[in-house]
């Protein structure tokens, strides 16, 4: 239902921007968002868009680097990553869910397969 793509590799300083298409039954009034899982550690929010308006938030790691979209009518997200670290490699997850559940990632019902974003130093 959410199939991400745009991962691979780059060196630091790099850009990459990740897509995630969801698919009719998470709704464009679904609230959808990044979530990422380093090697070792817990997958950790990245960023989330609302279904109205244009803002963005983000995790403090990432604020003024990464930027989030959606488009509705075409019911994709999509994070623009730019400025990236070594400590930004891991596994980026699409998620959505009905409503807002905060950051933790037990609390969101539907996730992507997830896509490798692995950054050189």
Known sequence: QLVESGGGN???GGSLTL???ASPRTSVTY???WF???PGRER???ARADPIGSRGYYADSVKGRFTISRDNGKNTVTLQMNSLKPE???VYYCVANPKYVGFSPATWEYWGQGTQ???SS
Do not use: H, L, N, P
Request: glycine share 4%; proline share 0%.
């Open 10 to 12: 780059v060196q630091a």
């Open 19 to 21: 897509s995630c298409a």
């Open 31 to 33: 609230i959808k968002g």
């Open 36 to 38: 990422r899982q380093a």
């Open 44 to 46: 950790e929010f990245v």
């Open 88 to 90: 930004d490699t891991a």
């Open 117 to 119: 974003v692995t950054v």
